[in-house]
């Protein structure tokens, strides 16, 4: 399967991901724990190759992230801008 890479990305949320991250002072470390506690098995390094791009983030991934940093699965995909 090849894997498309616009802009040099494997995916379009990790901007906002990391952003968002650290808009709420969350550290990668803490992000992957409150993951994990929801069921999404990742580590830090796994929330770092998301941020910068290296990683895929699945679709059944987003709705965990989501959740976990209190934004919509449209705002991580850069569909909405964040409710304040």
Do not use: H, W
């Not at 994990?36 to 796994?46: D, M, R």
């Amino acid at each position: 399967m090849k894997i498309y890479k616009p802009s040099g990305k494997c995916n379009i949320s990790g901007e906002r991901l990391r952003a968002t991250r650290e808009s709420v002072s969350l550290s990668q470390e803490q992000l992957a724990a409150r993951l994990q506690l929801a069921g999404l098995n990742v580590t830090q390094k796994t929330i770092s190759r998301m941020e910068n791009g290296q990683r895929v983030i699945a679709d059944y991934e987003l709705p965990f992230l989501a959740e976990a940093l209190d934004v919509t699965v449209y705002y991580l995909l850069g569909i909405e801008e964040r409710q304040s």
